[in-house]
């Protein structure tokens, strides 16, 4: 590849699989095929850009994450977990950059639901309805954005979407309270109205036999927010806290005189 492109600078890692059901659905191959794709799908990845990046000592892995890996939610155990791991070995290898004073850089960009053609053949277990992404739901382009920006400019984490952050945060302050909401809410919460079809396809141990394009979006464009403010002051925040600071100064000054 690097002999027809040039060397790769960028390293986008965005691999994964799902399946929703309760955790005693799934067979153990399901859970190890979601396991292998999301999990060692990105390690693998990783790998081989490290094995290019640092002879060169430069690159950046963008690893895209989300807000359930750091915190858990009912019927999504199997990608719950692999994205927790994730989170270990990204601060394993980040640790070890360091060490070594490389010029690699890793970011990670924390996603909320979006609304992708994924959930039309995700495979699922012991659900009555056709799935959605947990609300609220943001368009691809705000992920699109985040991680175009996070190539450019590296550093530790990037949370995009205030659910993203209510949801990180609020399992740092109240994790028991987490996970009472979510019992309460998220089984129906991740479900349409629709019943789901008992022959529906699904993607989970290989392509769909068919050569539609499904494009990027998926049935949930009435419903998907188009931008997302927050993820711009993420993208911008020392500006912000720059700005908030001086304001804050120039208030304090004004209350002197």
Request: aromatic share 6%; with cysteine.
């Given at each position: 590849?690097?002999?027809?492109?040039?060397?790769?600078?960028?390293?986008?890692?965005?691999?994964?699989?799902?399946?929703?059901?309760?955790?005693?659905?799934?067979?153990?191959?399901?859970?190890?095929?979601?396991?292998?794709?999301?999990?060692?799908?990105?390690?693998?990845g990783a790998q081989a850009a490290?094995?290019?990046?640092?002879?060169?000592?430069?690159?950046?892995?963008?690893?895209?994450?989300?807000?359930?890996?750091?915190?858990?939610?009912?019927?999504?155990?199997?990608?719950?977990?692999?994205?927790?791991?994730?989170?270990?070995?990204?601060?394993?290898?980040?640790?070890?950059?360091?060490?070594?004073?490389?010029?690699?850089?890793?970011?990670?960009?924390?996603?909320?639901?979006?609304?992708?053609?994924?959930?039309?053949?995700?495979?699922?277990?012991?659900l009555a309805h056709e799935p959605?992404?947990?609300?609220?739901?943001?368009?691809?382009?705000?992920?699109?954005?985040?991680?175009?920006?996070?190539?450019?400019?590296?550093?530790?984490?990037?949370?995009?979407?205030?659910?993203?952050?209510?949801?990180?945060?609020?399992?740092?302050?109240?994790?028991?309270?987490?996970?009472?909401?979510?019992?309460?809410?998220?089984?129906?919460?991740?479900?349409?109205?629709?019943?789901?079809?008992?022959?529906?396809?699904?993607?989970?141990?290989?392509?769909?036999?068919?050569?539609?394009?499904?494009?990027?979006?998926?049935?949930?464009?009435?419903?998907?927010?188009?931008?997302?403010?927050?993820?711009?002051?993420?993208?911008?925040?020392?500006?912000?806290?720059?700005?908030?600071?001086?304001?804050?100064?120039?208030a304090a000054l004004a209350a002197?005189?």
């Open positions: 590849m690097e002999r027809e492109l040039g060397p790769i600078d960028v390293w986008v890692n965005n691999a994964m699989a799902a399946i929703l059901a309760e955790v005693t659905e799934p067979t153990p191959d399901e859970f190890e095929r979601v396991t292998a794709a999301t999990y060692l799908g990105s390690v693998h490290l094995r290019r990046m640092l002879p060169r000592d430069r690159g950046v892995i963008v690893q895209v994450g989300s807000a359930l890996a750091h915190r858990g939610i009912p019927l999504q155990a199997s990608y719950c977990g692999a994205k927790h791991a994730l989170q270990g070995f990204v601060q394993s290898l980040r640790t070890e950059l360091l060490h070594n004073r490389s010029g690699v850089r890793v970011t990670l960009v924390q996603l909320p639901g979006l609304n992708t053609t994924q959930f039309r053949s995700v495979r699922m277990r012991g959605q992404p947990a609300p609220p739901i943001y368009q691809p382009e705000v992920a699109a954005r985040a991680i175009v920006w996070a190539a450019a400019h590296p550093r530790r984490e990037y949370w995009i979407g205030l659910s993203t952050a209510g949801t990180i945060l609020g399992n740092r302050l109240a994790p028991w309270l987490m996970d009472r909401y979510l019992a309460r809410t998220a089984f129906a919460g991740q479900q349409t109205g629709t019943p789901a079809a008992a022959d529906r396809p699904d993607y989970l141990f290989g392509p769909l036999d068919d050569d539609e394009d499904r494009g990027s979006h998926g049935d949930f464009d009435a419903q998907a927010h188009a931008r997302s403010p927050q993820a711009v002051l993420s993208r911008h925040r020392r500006t912000v806290l720059g700005a908030v600071a001086g304001v804050a100064a120039a002197r005189r």
